[in-house]
């Protein structure tokens, strides 16, 4: 498509693009690296998604020596937090 079109450029309503956005203000310096993980489904997340996604976070956080990760960013870390990384779209 990229051959074909150029440059594709994502709409600023999608994930991607949101996901994007999200990595580009967590960026700390130029020796590190962000990764952001979107969880994604039609409906609104219910409590038992929260839940899913939570015990995910901890279990990265049990590991992350092994992945080198030395900040995790989630809506564990308060309600200021959360208001930043769920999407109020829905």
């Known amino acids: 498509m990229i051959r074909q079109k150029g440059q594709v450029t994502l709409p600023v309503t999608s994930e991607s693009f949101q996901a994007y956005k999200l990595n580009k203000q967590m ?11 979107v969880y994604h489904k039609k409906s609104k997340l219910n409590q038992e998604d929260q839940r899913k ?35 109020r779209k829905r």
């Open 53 to 87: 996604i939570n015990n995910r976070v901890k279990q990265l956080a049990r590991q992350k020596k092994n992945y080198q990760v030395t900040k995790i960013t989630s809506t564990l870390n308060g309600k200021e937090v959360a208001k930043q990384v769920i999407s």
């Open 27 to 37: 960026q700390t310096g130029k020796n590190s690296s962000s990764v952001v993980i």
